[in-house]
């Protein structure tokens, strides 16, 4: 029954893949889904926190091709940092990202600090400063 009910809903819902406003004003994405009502699953979330991470570290792979060179620790922040504000934001700390690239971490630390994100994002800046200026995933301070 379930595979057959699956599929007639399918067809009667319809796919969307961004969140719209169904017939009777919910907020709905997927096959039918209405966000309001049920929020989503913890599966769902990790689900698309994996996919999120993925879709990041291709973006920064593939807009600085210097990264390859960079210890994990300090390629988490970039990613980190391209997951919370999009790679063309990222793309715009130019003194940072020259700095890592030059391998200046002190410096691209206290480049990332000295922006509107780090004001806007607080302690996650001052823990990103940390791992990008030591290349230590938890450096004194910083949270497990």
Not at 106 to 121: G, H
Request: aromatic share 8%; proline share 2%; glycine share 8%.
């Amino acid at each position: 029954m379930i595979e057959k009910l699956t599929e007639r809903l399918r067809q009667s819902e319809g796919l969307s893949f961004v969140p719209y406003k169904c017939p009777a004003g919910y907020l709905t994405i997927g096959y039918g889904h209405n966000l309001e009502a049920n929020g989503i699953s913890l599966e769902a979330a990790e689900l698309l926190l994996r996919q999120d991470i993925e879709i990041a570290l291709k973006q920064v792979k593939n807009a600085f091709a210097w990264c390859s060179q960079l210890d994990e620790a300090r390629m988490s922040v970039l990613v980190d940092m391209c997951f919370n504000m999009g790679i063309t934001r990222l793309c715009g700390f130019k003194k940072m990202l020259s700095a890592v690239e030059a391998g200046d971490y002190k410096t691209a630390a206290k480049e990332m600090l000295n922006s509107k994100w780090a004001r806007q994002v607080k302690g996650r800046a001052v823990e990103l400063g940390k791992i990008m200026e030591t290349g230590e995933w938890y450096p004194e301070g910083a949270k497990k």
